[in-house]
């Protein structure tokens, strides 16, 4: 449930913020043994689950991957819980912290996972 401040927040971002997408945080990539990503700039973000895969194949040895957690980070439409979880299981061993907004509305996708043995 949204408060009327996030409203307010929102509505502001709508008419004078950039959207944060995955072909903005791709330079990173490069930065191909990266153990901690901190990434919370103030706008609206447009990250699905595409991004989050990219983040985790890029990523294999990262630890800590945080990305639009500030109360100034908006996500339009965030993916799903599994969307975000399944790839970091798959390519990221290493990680002990992720911080990233999803979407829990349909949750029922959690209950036989719909993939078939994720972690190799």
């Known amino acids: 449930m949204r408060t009327q401040?996030?409203?307010?927040?929102?509505?502001?971002?709508?008419?004078?913020s950039p959207i944060i997408r995955l072909d903005h945080l791709q330079p990173f990539f490069?930065?191909?043994?990266?153990?901690?990503?901190?990434?919370?700039v103030a706008s609206l973000y447009e990250l699905d689950n595409?991004?989050?895969?990219?983040?985790?194949?890029?990523w294999s040895q990262i630890r800590s991957f945080e990305v639009g957690q500030g109360k100034l980070c908006v996500h339009l439409q965030p993916p799903a819980m599994r969307e975000v979880l399944v790839p970091f299981a798959i390519h990221c061993p290493k990680l002990v912290h992720l911080?990233?907004?999803?979407?829990?509305?349909?949750?029922d996708v959690l209950a036989n996972g719909g993939i078939e043995n994720p972690i190799p």
């Open 5 to 16: 401040d996030d409203r307010q927040i929102r509505r502001q971002f709508k008419q004078s």
């Open 30 to 40: 490069k930065f191909v043994n990266l153990t901690l990503f901190r990434f919370s």
């Open 50 to 58: 595409t991004a989050y895969s990219a983040f985790a194949q890029a």
């Open 99 to 107: 911080s990233v907004r999803f979407s829990g509305r349909n949750m």
